[in-house]
């Protein structure tokens, strides 16, 4: 029998990273993907972005929160990893991509199309 305890804070989790997804949805003029039922998807797509939201205590792991993100982003779309962590207040948020997609979006070539010149 499962402890009556962890259920009720599986389900405050939950529905604490929910709000947290809807208020970036907020913050970026759109709203979460809800029709993912059963597939991987992003929490968020905004343009060229793919948005994957998580909301942590600490910055550990990072490297593997932004593997799920470029898991989950659809073919032709930028991850990003939108990462709240909860410490202090107001929280920090922070917003990570990877350096090639940051370089391609600012600077309008990536390492790669730099040393095929």
Known sequence: M????NVRRGRLNKSRSKA???EWAKALGTTRITDSRGTR???IRVGPWDVE???RKGHKNLV???????AKAKKGQTPVLGLEIRQGNPHERLVIM???DWVAWN????EDDA???
Request: charged fraction near 40%; avoid cysteine; proline fraction near 7%.
């Open 41 to 43: 998807q992003p929490d």
């Open 53 to 55: 939201v998580k909301s």
């Open 98 to 100: 990877r350096r090639s």
């Open 107 to 110: 600077i309008g070539t990536t």
């Open 2 to 5: 499962k402890d009556p305890e």
């Open 64 to 70: 593997g929160l932004m593997d799920e993100a470029v």
């Open 115 to 117: 040393a095929d010149q």
């Open 20 to 22: 947290i997804e809807r």
